[in-house]
Nanobody
Framework: QVQLVESGGGLVQAGGSLRLSCTAS????????MAWFRQAPGKEREFAAS????????YYASSVKGRFTISRDNAKNMVSLQMNSLKTEDTAVYYC???????????????????WGQGTLVTVSS
């Protein structure tokens, strides 16, 4: 079982960029699909992006597609989320998650996911 630690959150102006990272413990990182979710104040946690274990398959929520890019480095046990053209509505706590199913499955079944990081806060100011 992996443990996940996010980093890279902070305050950024609208239109700016930020890169989040999630580092996983354990030696079987490549066997896990990974995903980023986010939870804005007063709202439910929602899917943002996911990536397959090998990194060749990615999925994005429509709200972030074209602005966010998920990637992973299995040699470093790390998954990243590059966020460009940030909007105030991107303000949220961002969580990474791991699952042994698939990137597609992770985009659809948040309630079944059990491996989560502690979250990192992203604040986009106008």
């Amino acid at each position: 079982q992996v443990q996940l630690v996010e980093s890279g959150g902070g305050l950024v102006q609208a239109g700016g960029s930020l890169r989040l990272s999630c580092t996983a413990s354990g030696s079987t990182f490549s066997s896990y699909a990974m995903a980023w979710f986010r939870q804005a104040p007063g709202k439910e946690r929602e899917f943002a992006a996911s990536i397959s274990g090998g990194g060749s398959i990615t999925y994005y929520a429509s709200s972030v597609k074209g602005r966010f890019t998920i990637s992973r480095d299995n040699a470093k046990n790390m998954v990243s989320l590059q966020m460009n053209s940030l909007k105030t509505e991107d303000t949220a706590v961002y969580y990474c998650a791991a699952d042994r199913t698939s990137a597609q499955a992770m985009s659809r079944r948040i309630s079944d996911l059990k491996l989560w990081g502690q979250g990192t806060l992203v604040t986009v100011s106008s």
